[in-house]
């Protein structure tokens, strides 16, 4: 690991002076938003989508336009992210799995960070709430509630859906958690620092309940909205247990026979807009404040989350909408701004990119690679697929081409995105397919680890072991 460490120091350019000590004042800003898929305007999900912070920190840096969760669902994704540790080797798969029981001596990203010399300060939703983590923080602010909507909007059969639940708020932004989320990384950059600062900030929305204030809802008036295209039987020729997933007599089928689905996706609009909003007041404070020119910048969402798509709303699904996560980095003297790289990655990069760009040792815990050379050239070679894995030995595997999914029981699916971005036909049972099926089922991983020991808390009905 020592010549590793070398190797990474003599890499990176903006370490070509003689003050040794360079890297180690690079601060790290580090935003996560929950739930947020690719509709997104610098991603262009949809059409339309108004999020001008979201496109101030594409020009301020990199765009990864393909980039993956490790699962899709809050709490094993942002534990492998935050660990470095694949579900596949931790054994958090779902939801009600408590990660640190499971990986009792990983060090996570703030931890490695403290350790070496700085300053590690977070607020908001970073870990997933059931299995917060104040312990790897040097200070940190959990996350707070929200104003809660009138009985009238309770009442009104346009604001849920099952469990899909949303709703104007008649309340100003500074009501609201995330805004004072926002408030409390704004305040940490209105100051000076005598060591260098690993400053997270998580933003909830736009999770459920999609409950932002009105003037969000007014920027998409219901007569412009545009439900997903989905193609009748999309889902005739995907195997039992990606039907399974996709569950569409539940909650798609409760949209459509109440007639929310336009209500659903306003909603969904309005509370992504209203995160842009405060992740537009954090970008403010940094570039007023004397970080800004040696501030790494990162955001990233845990995962994606379906409309509709594949007849599945939420995450917790394996299909190119659950998994495809928004992913901006700006690295001082290394970005270009306004880049764009189209490399296949997924997110167990992250833990050991900031490592090397902070000159932090990169440990043997650490399932992901470095994507640094990424960061200095968008064309660099990259071979490595995204992989995604949702509930033990399922995974799917993302390359710059193809999706492949292999379920548990064996069944498969293969779309392939240069012909059919909307994922709409398997061709898994095609002969034609078999070579590039072989090559893909290489990247699936050799040992599942046996599922970590579930919560005792009631689980939801993602939560159901599988």
């Known amino acids: 690991m020592k010549f590793c460490y070398l190797l990474f120091t003599f890499a990176i350019p903006f370490l070509t002076s003689n003050d040794s000590s360079a890297a180690e004042r690079m601060n790290v800003l580090f935003i996560a938003v929950d739930d947020l898929n690719d509709w997104i305007s610098p991603l262009g999900g949809y059409e339309g989508c108004k999020t001008p912070n979201f496109e101030r920190l594409a020009k301020r840096g990199m765009t990864f336009t393909k980039a993956y969760c490790a699962a899709p669902a809050c709490n094993p994704s942002r534990a492998s992210l935050m660990t470095g540790i694949r579900p596949w080797n931790s054994g958090v798969y779902l939801n009600p799995q408590p990660w640190r029981p499971a990986t009792p001596d990983a060090v996570t990203l703030p931890q490695h960070f403290s350790k070496h010399g700085y300053h590690s300060i977070g607020a908001g939703k970073i870990f997933h709430g059931s299995f917060d983590e104040p312990a790897s923080w040097d200070e940190y602010q959990k996350k707070g509630g929200d104003p809660k909507p009138t009985k009238q909007v309770l009442n009104d059969p346009h604001s849920r859906a099952g469990g899909v639940i949303w709703g104007v708020l008649d309340v100003q932004d500074e009501e609201m958690n995330d805004y004072k989320t926002a408030s409390h990384s704004i305040n940490y950059l209105n100051q000076a620092h005598d060591k260098p600062f690993f400053l997270a900030c998580g933003i909830y929305r736009p999770h ?259």
Request: hydrophobic share 35%.
């Open 208 to 466: 459920m309940p999609w409950q932002v204030p009105r003037k969000y809802y007014d920027m998409y008036p219901l007569e412009e909205i545009n439900t997903p295209y989905v193609p009748d039987g999309d889902l005739s020729d995907i195997p039992a247990a990606g039907v399974r997933v996709a569950r569409p007599q539940g909650d798609h089928a409760t949209m459509l026979k109440t007639k929310n689905w336009k209500y659903a996706v306003q909603a969904y609009l309005a509370s992504i807009t209203f995160a842009d909003a405060q992740v537009g007041r954090v970008l403010d404070a940094l570039e007023a404040s004397e970080h800004n020119d040696n501030t790494i910048v990162v955001l990233w969402g845990d995962h994606g989350w379906h409309l509709g798509e594949k007849e599945h709303w939420r995450k917790f699904a394996l299909w190119e909408e659950a998994t495809r996560v928004p992913f901006f980095m700006s690295v001082p003297g290394m970005t270009q701004p306004g880049s764009r790289c189209a490399a296949t990655i997924d997110l167990m990069s992250l833990y050991p990119t900031l490592c090397e760009l902070c000159q932090l040792p990169i440990t043997e815990q650490l399932d992901g690679v470095s994507i640094a050379p990424l960061l200095r050239d968008s064309k660099s070679v990259w071979k490595r697929p995204a992989i995604t894995t949702h509930g033990r030995n399922n995974h799917a595997i993302r390359s710059d081409q193809f999706r492949y999914i292999q379920y548990a029981d064996g069944s498969e699916e293969l779309y392939d995105h240069s012909s059919d971005p909307g994922e709409f036909t398997n061709l898994a049972s095609d002969p034609v397919m078999q070579a590039a099926i072989s090559e893909l089922k290489e990247w699936l991983p050799k040992h599942n680890a046996p599922d970590a020991k579930f919560s005792n808390k009631k689980p939801g009905k993602n939560r159901k072991k599988k």
